[in-house]
């Protein structure tokens, strides 16, 4: 009898615990569960409450927090994607991950009125990374690209080209002052994303148009070589095989090397930790591979989704909505430090004055190149960054080869990743 | 560890003795068929441990077998089809395969080679010590107590410059966990230091089973201490340390937690289960992930059967024949 009634007490418990995942839905108020990136800087849970208030008791936006690594981010959703969970209305999603959600059906098409609210504004290259197939499958949340940084005391005036910037490396090691270039080097993404900006900078593609075969080619090759030689200059870090963007920052904070190609965080990191050097903290646009064509450096940055298994997709599209509206990427821009996806907001004063850089960035972002669309973008970058390391060991045209072999296996599901 | 095949004991052959001086023909068929529904009792109260354990190993074993037959990529449903045998063939002729398989086979030969000797040695200790005895075995057994993961993670922290107190011996600049071999040594060092008192307890359960008058009537013969070790000790301690190797075998086989933290399988360290779980889990390709499932699996059997049949009679629930 004892049993019995603790059992049909652990069944209302139960019952009232499921009951409270809905939300209030008893008072006809739908939550609506966004999954994001863990954001530190309070910008993203400012907008959930600003848009819960903005909708006027029509919903409620509750903020979860993603892992902070993309891998676990990805495979958190994919997991629960896969399984059919119908708790997650909003995805936060890598720009490369649109494709893959979109052809495994996890994520809704936009449409009609809130494709056009969505792309309205909206800087053209972020929204190439959300189009799959030429359909729209995601809201560009915030972009990010990479700038060419670098010390005016060592450098009077900034490379425009590769090839020019090693020459001053080496001709700065040669006078025995600090040289390095701080580049991704280590075999993560960011070397993938280090080789995209320079095959598309040479004028080529990692993938054909429709994304079935690889295209690589010569414009690969010169990639390749051009990692090579960086690799084998003095203008090496001795760490470059395991340097990832947070290991550039702290080496150009230390004062080791002259250049750097990051991303915008190093700013005010610089300026926080070494105002000495600060001073002499100068951007330029990221290095071209011709001198005749300009350079086009990889677009990264976040995309809001709507759930296939969502409960509430109108609400969610919406909700979409107002979380990137114009207000709210804005706080993002100014707090959390990351560059917006509408173009309104390059022009805006509070803006610009946080982001000193916010011309170069618009131009790098308006000139950018994407990374190979393809839902098998994940075995494509795993196969280009395990072949091109370590950077000093490239024999050109057979890494090329490689990676031609692999992208087409993976695009097949034949390959194995390692 | 429990033995989950002990059947019911022969309750068939007692109740067939029993009434052996009856009747006979009418006897038997009455007597069998008691036997019978002792049988179908039997059957019965290890029905649900049958039933759990079909669906908690052979259905996914049997879920596992068959996505390794078909084109099964979550990232491409729409194309998901019979293909054979052909994910193993992509497998089994993928460099990343052989190499995880090399590297796997390295830390499982190396690790449990270093965990015999020391875990003999543990063992013996424990064995000999006259006090603090309980204390002593406790002492030892602390590393096997602490989840994998979160000393994986204590022995990474220890290994990054700048930040762990290990690093810190070696000469600035050095980040042992970036490089193939050293990543590789410090794998072994986490395996061993965490599973060699468990080598050690299994020794110690073997040492158990040394009769003290043996070792003295060797020693009487005049045998040194050495002698008794490998003459006596050893040979009577056979079927012990085959458990012992067997299981620490199987496990090491199939590391992945100590892999996963410290070099998430970067610089050639990743193992076969870390293969597995990338081709599953990252590149969402079940096909392919499955395939090498089955084939770890495979390779366990092997070690499996091959230390039965090698070691022939010393295998587990063997030893009661001696």
Redesign the interface.
């Known amino acids: 009898m004892v049993r019995r009634t603790r059992a049909l007490v652990a069944l209302t418990l139960l019952a009232s615990a499921l009951a409270a995942c809905g939300g209030d839905e008893d008072s006809g108020r739908p939550t609506l569960d966004w999954y994001n990136f863990p954001d530190d800087s309070g910008a993203l849970q400012r907008a959930a409450d600003r848009c819960t208030e903005a909708s006027g008791g029509r919903y409620r936006i509750s903020y979860r927090k993603l892992p902070r690594g993309a891998?676990g981010q990805r495979?958190q959703l994919?997991?629960r994607l896969?399984a059919e969970d119908d708790s997650m209305d909003i995805l936060g999603l890598d720009v490369t991950w649109a494709a893959?959600f979109a052809?495994?059906?996890w994520i809704r098409e936009w449409t009609g009125e809130t494709k056009r609210r969505a792309t309205e504004g909206t800087l053209r290259v972020p929204l190439r990374t959300a189009t799959w197939k030429d359909r729209l499958y995601a809201v560009p949340y915030n972009t990010n690209t990479q700038l060419l940084w670098y010390r005016k005391d060592l450098v009077p005036t900034p490379p425009r080209t590769w090839s020019e910037m090693l020459n001053m490396a080496r001709g700065l090691a040669r006078q025995g002052k600090p040289h390095y270039v701080e580049i991704q080097g280590a075999?993560y993404e960011g070397l993938t994303v280090w080789f995209n900006t320079l095959v598309n900078s040479a004028g080529g593609s990692i993938l054909d148009p429709g994304a079935t075969e690889p295209s690589l080619g010569p414009p690969a090759v010169r990639a390749a070589t051009i990692m090579r030689d960086l690799a084998d200059s003095p203008a090496a870090d001795?760490?470059l095989?395991?340097q990832m963007e947070d290991q550039n920052r702290l080496a150009m904070e230390s004062g080791v090397a002259a250049f750097e190609l990051n991303y915008p965080f190093v700013y005010p990191s610089m300026k926080a930790n070494n105002p000495r050097l600060f001073r002499h903290f100068r951007w330029a646009p990221y290095p071209r591979v011709d001198a005749g064509r300009p350079a086009r450096p990889t677009v990264g940055g976040n995309h809001l989704a709507v759930s296939a298994h969502s409960r509430h997709p109108d609400l969610a599209f919406e909700a979409a909505l107002c979380l990137r509206n114009r207000e709210n990427q804005l706080t993002a821009a100014l707090e959390g430090g990351l560059p917006p996806t509408l173009r309104a907001l390059y022009d805006e004063p509070a803006f610009r004055e946080a982001y000193p850089f916010s011309e170069e960035v618009l131009a790098a972002l308006e000139s950018g190149s994407v990374r190979p669309l393809t839902?098998?973008y994940?075995?494509v970058s795993?196969v280009i960054s395990h072949t091109l390391s370590p950077p000093s060991a490239i024999q050109p045209e057979k890494a090329v080869g490689t990676i031609g072999e692999q992208i087409d296996?993976a695009l097949r599901?034949?390959?194995?990743?390692? | 560890m429990a033995d989950p095949a002990g059947p019911p004991p022969s309750g068939g052959t007692r109740s067939g003795r029993s009434g052996g001086n009856g009747r006979k023909g009418k006897g038997r068929a009455a007597l069998s068929a008691g036997a019978k529904q002792e049988r179908r009792l039997g059957w019965l109260l290890c029905a649900p441990a049958v039933l759990v354990m079909f669906a908690v190993t052979a259905y996914p074993i049997g879920y596992a077998v068959y996505l390794s037959l078909q084109r099964y990529d979550l990232r491409f449903p729409a194309q998901a089809e019979f293909v054979g045998l052909r994910n193993y063939g992509a497998v089994l002729s993928s460099p990343y395969w052989w190499d995880a398989f090399w590297v796997t086979l390295f830390v499982t030969a190396v690790s449990v080679a270093v965990e015999l000797v020391l875990g003999m040695g543990l063992a013996l200790v424990m064995h000999r010590t006259l006090f603090l005895r309980g204390t002593i075995r406790t002492a030892v057994l602390i590393p096997y107590g602490i989840v994998t993961v979160v000393a994986a993670f204590s022995w990474q922290y220890a290994w990054t410059p700048e930040l762990g107190y290990l690093a810190e011996l070696l000469p600035s600049g050095e980040a042992p966990l970036t490089e193939q071999w050293p990543a590789l040594w410090l794998i072994i060092l986490a395996e061993v230091w965490k599973t060699t008192p468990f080598m050690a307890l299994l020794l110690l359960a073997g040492l158990a089973l040394v009769p003290e008058e043996t070792l003295k009537a060797a020693m009487v013969d005049g045998a040194t201490p050495w002698q008794r070790f490998i003459k006596v000790m050893l040979p009577l301690m056979k079927p012990a340390i085959l458990v012992a190797l067997l299981f620490r075998t199987l496990d090491a086989f199939r590391i992945f937690d100590n892999i996963y933290v410290l070099t998430s399988g970067a610089h050639g360290t990743g193992s076969l289960s870390i293969l597995g779980y990338d081709n599953l889990f990252t590149a969402l390709n079940l096909g392919i992930g499955s395939a090498i499932s089955v084939l770890i699996f495979l390779c366990v059997g092997i070690i499996a059967f091959t230390f039965v049949k090698l070691f022939g009679a010393a295998a587990p629930g063997a030893e009661v024949k001696r």
């Open positions: 891998d495979q994919v997991r896969a893959e052809e495994a059906r075999q001795p760490s095989p395991n839902p098998a994940q075995n795993i296996e599901s034949e390959g194995v990743i390692p």
